[in-house]
């Protein structure tokens, strides 16, 4: 089977069109069986009176086919690593796709799938600039009917260059069993063993003054701010990667949309009543997303990030509405493979819209990339890549480092 089938872009302009969108929209991903927050148009409007950069398509028609997809435009660079520091940034306008477009009613191997995909690429590019904007996908499912596309169909490579963004990784999860006993007796008797003994210093040594806080209401949003952003501020994620939890107003007016719909699933840790981590994560259709964490590195000989895991978990199970999943979002950590159960293998792309400037840019990354790379691998086999790893983190938590601009 063959398909015509076009996409044509979402109208956000107002709010009328914004509801009959987000009502389009939730009806694809149901019949799709999707689930991901990050394909709600709900979610990444906010509720607001705006597009706020949202790029949305649309096909449906006589041929089965519905889709749907949503890009998020996002200013931001494409970095020159050698490792965690970066060296050089090019400026970048991206619009950024979770993990592949959600078509529904025709088979993912099917033609008619790979068509209406081919047939979305084409609509995104002629609705970007050739200068210096791309798409970026995240969560790419390697060897998923998308990454399939993406990799070997020769209309897509005379349309796109493509740059992968870093190593592909394990996207870790944990599936809940039906007790909280259960999910601790999979995680292995080593494991349970290192985590009770963790818990016992942690509380002996605070006098039993160690809590956690879940703020999942409206008027809780102000109090987890306050003190997630001050243990933000201590990580190597703010002072050496200029992240962390930096737009207040932006995280804020997310937190109050996501309380008022029930989704907000928030936690702090206190310990003698300083707050030490956090979570931030959201509860969507029976699916915890984990989003962001931190803890102060003066805790860290505490195991504070690994408890707080643990907490978490006794309180979802704990509650009446407890998630069959926990995702803990991308990238790979060895604190995530300790407490998942399930793996996913994926990457982060670029998909350059081909013209000589793209060119020129891939080429230099590409190459620039691979020697960094094989300088970190030289690093590797003499066996002081986690040292030098150590060390950075360590001394881009200290006061006496400021971050990047």
């Not at 009959?20 to 927050?37: K, M, R, S």
């Not at 006993?181 to 605070?206: A, I, Q, T, V, W």
């Not at 950590?333 to 793996?343: E, L, T, W, Y």
Request: with cysteine.
């Amino acid at each position: 089977m063959t398909t015509s089938t076009s996409w044509t872009q979402i109208d956000l302009s107002d709010a009328d069109a914004r509801a009959d969108a987000v009502a389009y929209a939730q009806n694809v991903l149901e019949q799709a069986g999707e689930a991901h927050f990050l394909h709600d148009l709900e979610w990444a409007l906010c509720g607001g009176d705006s597009d706020q950069g949202a790029l949305a398509f649309r096909t449906g028609g006589d041929d089965g086919v519905l889709g749907f997809a949503l890009l998020l435009r996002q200013a931001r660079p494409l970095r020159f690593q050698l490792g965690e520091l970066t060296y050089y940034r090019q400026k970048l306008t991206r619009y950024v796709l979770w993990s592949a477009p959600v078509i529904a009613g025709v088979p993912e191997d099917s033609e008619a799938w790979k068509a209406a995909a081919r047939a979305f690429l084409d609509a995104v590019r002629r609705h970007i600039s050739p200068s210096f904007e791309v798409i970026g996908v995240e969560g790419l499912r390697i060897d998923g009917p998308f990454h399939r596309l993406l990799y070997g169909d020769p209309d897509v490579a005379r349309n796109y260059l493509l740059i992968e963004q870093g190593k592909s990784f394990e996207h870790q999860f944990i599936e809940l069993p039906p007790t909280l006993e259960d999910y601790m007796n999979d995680l292995g008797k080593r494991s349970k063993k290192s985590l009770g003994y963790s818990r016992r210093k942690l509380f002996k040594d605070f006098d039993d003054d160690v809590t956690i806080t879940c703020f999942d209401r409206e008027d809780g949003v102000q109090a987890f701010l306050d003190h997630a952003i001050e243990i933000s501020k201590k990580t190597y994620q703010w002072r050496l990667l200029g992240l962390g939890l930096r737009d207040r107003d932006a995280l804020e007016n997310r937190l109050v949309f996501a309380a008022r719909k029930g989704w907000l699933r928030n936690y702090i840790m206190y310990c003698s009543g300083s707050p030490v981590a956090f979570m931030l994560g959201y509860q969507y259709n029976q699916c915890f997303y984990y989003t962001d964490v931190g803890f102060d590195p003066e805790y860290s000989k505490w195991s504070v990030g690994s408890i707080l895991q643990l907490m978490v978990m006794e309180d979802l199970y704990a509650r009446d509405n407890r998630p069959k999943t926990f995702d803990f979002s991308t990238g790979f950590g060895d604190h995530k493979a300790r407490f998942s159960n399930r793996i996913l293998k994926e990457i982060n792309v670029l998909l350059l819209p081909r013209s000589f400037r793209h060119a020129m840019l891939a080429n230099t990354y590409k190459g620039l990339d691979g020697l960094a790379q094989s300088a970190i691998s030289t690093v590797d086999r003499m066996g002081l890549k986690q040292t030098l790893k150590k060390s950075v983190r360590r001394l881009a938590a200290s006061k006496t480092i400021r971050p990047f601009s």
